[in-house]
């Protein structure tokens, strides 16, 4: 998601967020990435496919499983990848052009989940239209 922000002092700004799908490091100087990687939960994914297979198979012809168990199920076993996926981090930059009397400048923060970021967006825009820069005190930093 991309905008274009006129700033008070007559910059343009483009306010930018981009999804991450690999959450960074905790600490600059971390050595190695102790994530398994996808493996372990490709794994559990298959295990439960395959016990899902062998309890439909082992039913019995005479049981009737309601409809509203089956799409309660479905939902118990969408939750967390749903919320996963609304949950993962967003890089937010912001970044004006060169103009004969100032500087480039970059802000960039992080921020988490889909609805969140919308908001501060629209947060970081009306601020620069406002003030000509990002708000300090939210969660985009100046960088060099």
């Known amino acids: 998601m991309t905008r274009l922000v006129r700033g008070a002092d007559g ?5 930018r967020s981009q999804i991450e799908w690999r959450n ?3 600490n ?3 050595e190695h990435d102790v994530s398994g990687g996808h493996g372990p939960g490709v794994l559990m994914l298959g295990v ?31 939750f967390f ?5 609304l ?3 967003w890089v937010v930059a912001a970044e004006s ?7 480039p400048e970059r802000w960039v923060g992080r921020v988490r989940g889909v609805l969140t970021v919308r908001s501060e967006v629209a947060t970081v825009a009306r601020k620069i239209e406002m003030y000509s820069l990002p708000d300090l005190d939210g969660p985009l930093q100046p960088v060099d």
């Open 24 to 26: 960074p490091s905790a």
């Open 48 to 78: 439960v496919v395959v016990m899902a297979v062998i309890f439909v198979a082992w039913t019995p012809a005479e049981v009737v499983v309601p409809a509203w168990l089956v799409i309660a199920l479905i939902l118990v076993f969408l």
């Open 87 to 89: 949950r993962r981090p």
């Open 81 to 85: 990848p749903v919320r996963w996926g």
């Open 28 to 30: 600059g100087d971390f």
């Open 11 to 15: 910059r343009m700004w483009t306010v």
């Open 97 to 103: 052009k060169k103009t004969e009397e100032l500087p």
